[in-house]
């Protein structure tokens, strides 16, 4: 089974539990275990993993460290746990930071059982770094997470490569996190950057106040033309790179078909940055099931549509996000059914139904096409 099931079937299965885990025995039991066996190590190997790990550090003795992942007889990676809930500030990681410092280990996970934070020494050598460089969470993550976690398992983990993924994962999740801020609110300092780029005279602070609502509009229209030229593309090149599998050749997209899709000059229908992330969503979701071009988006003005082979007799769900709640329409039944959402992660959530309604059209082609 494939590491991103194992996980999706241990978050699923656990929450149902959860409010039954009240100490950090229950939660190693229930979720670090499990998550640790998922990543090829056998908990119950002591050549492999090593729970209450022993390292005499100067005067202190026999203190531990919950879990010790051992390769050749060292460790290679340290967990510190606490119980679900439990608070993962630095403060709380006083002993992987001593842990870290005597063994030979490179990478530290601090970890309640949801959420996973890794740590390695990119700041100082053999001093562990105060701010993590990825931060997983087992109730909410995506699939490109998948890929950065599967580098710590038994089959795939190599420290060199650990070491420079983790360089890159840390000072990208950072930049990531400064775009995100200065894309919802942009600072004073990024404002006045940015116009210095485009504006030669003096900036008044009548001319920065008028910036400042311009450079917002233009940062949101500049990241949502640039997904709108991906979807594009993704939907005219038949040997897309998102495509993981050989199947049965799917109609090619026409000119037509795109301007169904992406109606960005018709004043009266706009798709948004949310509906396009969408539907990049449910293409990851049925990536292994169909080709990505059958996954087909038409945007109407009270809804978007995802399709089928651009069939509207075969509905896959339909994303309501222009009103004040947001609600999915899937049609893994007759009709189609009503789920409320409050994020675009919770998409993940319905994996299951959004599969079955394109399954039914593999089936049996559906014969009557559904009202709008």
């Given at each position: ?80 746990c606490k119980r679900v809930g439990g608070d993962l500030t630095i403060n ?6 001593r842990y870290f410092h005597v063994t030979e280990a490179r990478i530290a ?264």
């Amino acid at each position: 089974m494939e590491l991103i099931d194992q996980l999706t079937n241990l978050a699923s299965r656990v929450q149902k539990q959860l409010t039954h885990i009240q100490t950090e025995e229950a939660t190693k039991a229930a979720l670090i275990m499990p998550f640790i066996n998922a990543l090829g190590y056998n908990v119950f190997d002591p050549t492999e993993v090593v729970p209450e790990f022993i390292c005499d550090i100067g005067t202190k003795k026999g203190e531990k460290i919950d879990y010790a992942i051992m390769r050749d007889g060292k460790p290679i990676i340290l967990f510190e746990c606490k119980r679900v809930g439990g608070d993962l500030t630095i403060n709380n990681a006083s002993q992987l930071f001593r842990y870290f410092h005597v063994t030979e280990a490179r990478i530290a996970i601090l970890t309640n059982g949801s959420t996973y934070r890794l740590f390695t020494d990119l700041e100082q050598p053999n001093k562990m770094d105060e701010r993590p460089f990825m931060e997983f969470d087992l109730f909410n993550f995506h699939e490109n997470d998948i890929a950065e976690i599967k580098k710590l398992s038994k089959p795939a983990f190599n420290i060199d490569d650990m070491l420079f993924a983790a360089y890159n994962m840390k000072y990208m999740r950072a930049f990531k996190k400064y775009f995100d801020e200065q894309f919802n609110q942009p600072s004073t300092d990024f404002i006045n950057f940015v116009s210095k780029q485009v504006y030669d005279g003096v900036l008044t602070s009548k001319l920065k106040d008028q910036f400042s609502a311009l450079v917002h509009r233009s940062f949101h229209q500049f990241l949502n033309d640039k997904i709108t030229m991906r979807l594009r593309s993704a939907m005219v090149e038949t040997n897309s790179s998102m495509m993981v599998a050989e199947i049965p050749a799917a109609p090619v997209a026409t000119s037509a078909t795109l301007a169904a899709a992406v109606e960005l000059d018709d004043k009266e229908i706009e798709t948004t940055v949310e509906e396009t992330e969408g539907f990049m969503i449910v293409r990851a979701i049925l990536r292994k099931m169909v080709s990505v071009n059958r996954v087909v988006m038409r945007d109407v003005q009270s809804y978007c549509g995802i399709l089928l082979d651009d069939n509207n007799r075969k509905p896959i769900c339909r994303l309501h996000f222009n009103g004040s709640k947001k609600f999915v329409t899937v049609f893994d039944i007759e009709g189609g059914e009503r789920v409320n959402i409050s994020s675009l992660d919770e998409l993940y959530e319905l994996a299951t139904r959004i599969r079955a309604a394109v399954q039914r059209y593999e089936k049996k082609p559906a014969e009557t096409p559904v009202i709008d």
